[in-house]
């Protein structure tokens, strides 16, 4: 979550093909390598992102024509992380809107969208949120980073109710002070797991009528 939009890491071409088109970070294996430590160590070297609070396979692509010059088998994965880390991005590396995706290289920009089309879904019925979101939160800071990754207006009030009901989150005991603006200090919450849970197999969260 950047400036209140879901936003997806990108980094610029430098050669053929596509150059100048942006790509999904990535790599080849090792040797003994599983994906997932692949997938981290490319992260950490390649754009210095090393904590991703959630991460798992997203699909996986293995058309002979992907690949302008050799034959990929691709496996993609979705990797989340919380809105309060911002780690340092070489200059050809930038975070970009979903919704506004520039010229994407291959199959990438498809894959983004996958990507954004899953976090909606585990949204609803998980308590996937707790991977955007700061350790400790408002209310309305939460329901900033919902509304932002699914797309549609959600209500606070529901949001709170839908939550609490699930067990998803439990409030602090603290509170947050108010801005310049004055205002009443605004209870904190966090959630209950910091670990990717079910909590309704069947719930949908759609926006207002």
Known sequence: MRENRLQVLLWERAKQPDLGAWSLPGGYLEPGETLEESIRRHLAAKVD?????????LETLSDPDR????????????????????????????????DELPRMAFDHGDITLAGRERLRAKLSYSN???????????????????????????????????LLRRGALEPT?????????????A??????????E???PFAVLRPPR
């Not at 992102?49 to 959630?54: D, I, L, M, Q």
């Not at 302008?68 to 809107?97: F, I, K, N, S």
């Not at 350790?135 to 990754?149: G, H, K, M, P």
């Open 49 to 57: 992102v090393r904590e991703v609070a959630h991460l798992e396979q």
């Open 67 to 98: 690949g302008a010059r050799e034959w990929q088998l691709a496996t993609c994965y979705l990797g989340l992380v919380p809105r309060d880390l911002d780690p340092a991005l070489p200059e050809d590396t930038h975070w970009h809107p979903v």
């Open 128 to 162: 996937a949120g707790f991977a955007l979101a700061p350790q400790e939160f408002t209310l309305s800071e939460l329901r900033e980073i919902y509304v932002a990754a699914l797309g549609h207006p959600v209500s606070a009030t529901n949001l709170k109710r839908v």
């Open 173 to 185: 005991g603290e509170v947050r002070s108010h801005g310049p603006s004055g205002g009443r200090p």
């Open 187 to 196: 209870a904190l919450f966090r959630f209950r797991s910091r670990g990717l």
């Open 198 to 200: 079910i909590t309704d």
